[in-house]
């Protein structure tokens, strides 16, 4: 009888990561990592409609698209590519320190994503900023500063900004999120939470949408950035 109220009391008396809906470790990291990939192939689906969109109407417009694109900046576009890139990696190592359970390596690679992705949220702000001078965003005033439209038609112009900043919007939304969501992990792991260091599995799933969200970088930076002439 002792066994068994000292099992209740660890909850399944045996490992302390274990939750109470779940009879054992190999269920509990079966579940997260289905859940997981459940809620990115949502993901994927809702962007994949977006670049539907944007290839529908880029097909349509293809002159006015390439002169309205002219207005980015690529070179900044280019180092928000390479930090999300090592972005990934560190996120990437992260999740083998977790393995190792070397708690200092893990918040060093967390702390380096973090700066990595706070970096490309700040390259966005002055970018966006830059627009938004030009008033290039979409609305009543969209078109005041015509020099800035390289020639394109100030419709077909707003209609590719209005995807510019819905679809990279949308991204740096997703961006800020996974930057909340690493800053909890941290916290877990600097309070030597047996959640995550006894199991590493719940920052392999942070990586996973850490991923995805370079990944979907990886297909904005080329549609939006490099566009060729027709």
């Not at 698209?65 to 576009?77: N, P, Q, W």
């Not at 994503?113 to 900023?129: D, P």
């Not at 991204?171 to 800020?176: A, P, Q």
Request: a negative charge; charged letters at 10%; proline letters at 4%.
């Amino acid at each position: 009888m002792a066994a068994i109220a000292s099992d209740h009391g660890h909850g399944h008396g045996h490992d302390e990561a274990l939750h109470h809906q779940f009879e054992d470790m190999e269920q509990q990291n079966d579940s997260y990592i289905v859940g997981m990939w459940t809620f990115l192939v949502t993901e994927v689906m809702f962007f994949g409609a977006l670049f539907l969109i944007y290839t529908l109407y880029r097909s349509m417009y293809q002159l006015d698209f390439y002169l309205a694109h002219k207005v980015l900046d690529t070179r900044m576009g280019m180092i928000n590519t390479f930090v999300l890139l090592f972005s990934s990696f560190t996120v990437a190592m992260s999740v083998r320190f977790a393995q190792l359970q070397n708690r200092m390596g893990v918040l060093a690679m967390l702390g380096i994503t973090q700066i990595c992705a706070g970096t490309f949220m700040v390259i966005k702000y002055f970018e966006y900023q830059e627009k938004f001078g030009h008033h290039l965003y979409p609305g009543p005033g969209f078109g005041s500063s015509p020099s800035y439209l390289n020639g394109a038609s100030p419709n077909f112009a707003q209609l590719y900004f209005g995807l510019y900043f819905g679809m990279t919007g949308l991204h740096g939304l997703h961006v800020l999120i996974g930057m909340i969501v690493i800053g909890y992990l941290m916290a877990k792991w600097w309070r030597n939470s047996p959640m995550v260091t006894k199991d590493y599995i719940p920052t392999e799933l942070v990586g996973l949408y850490w991923h995805f969200v370079d990944l979907v970088w990886i297909f904005l930076f080329p549609l939006m950035y490099l566009m060729p002439k027709p």
